[in-house]
């Protein structure tokens, strides 16, 4: 079975950096397609940031593009979020998601990742950025 774990949120201030990392276990990443979420404060889960290996693929929200990246480790079985640039209004929780089987090639600014796509879900790692 599956699990992921977060780590590495934190405070920062408008304009810094963080590195988000997704720790997976139970089983190797290679036929799952990796999401990371932002839930901002009182509102839903958006989809940020996409990787899957079977396709290669990667998607990224168009708010986050140019600034966050999501690299990954196959030898850690890891997935990070890598996020320059930060801005106020993208503090809150980031939680990494897992769906086995998907492709991130399949999502756009039209139809993002939502939540009920994915079964596997982290525990979520606090992110605040203010001055």
């Known amino acids: 079975q599956l699990r992921l774990v977060e780590s590495g949120g934190g405070f920062v201030h408008p304009g810094g950096s963080l590195r988000l990392s997704c720790a997976a276990s139970?089983?190797?990443?290679?036929?799952?397609?990796i999401t990371w979420f932002r839930q901002g404060p009182g509102g839903e889960r958006e989809g940020i940031s996409c990787?899957?290996?079977?396709?290669?693929?990667?998607y990224n929200a168009d708010s986050v593009k140019d600034r966050f990246t999501i690299p990954s480790d196959n030898a850690k079985n890891k997935v990070y979020l890598q996020m320059d640039h930060l801005k106020t209004e993208e503090r809150g929780y980031y939680f990494c998601?897992?769906?086995?089987?998907?492709?991130?090639?399949?999502?756009?600014?039209?139809?993002?990742?939502?939540?009920?796509?994915?079964?596997?879900w982290g525990q979520g790692t606090q992110v605040t950025v203010s001055s």
């Open positions: 998601a897992a769906v086995g089987g998907g492709w991130c090639a399949a999502y756009d600014g039209a139809d993002p990742p939502i939540p009920d796509e994915f079964d596997i």
């Open positions: 139970g089983a190797a990443l290679d036929h799952y397609a």
């Open positions: 990787a899957d290996r079977s396709q290669g693929s990667t």
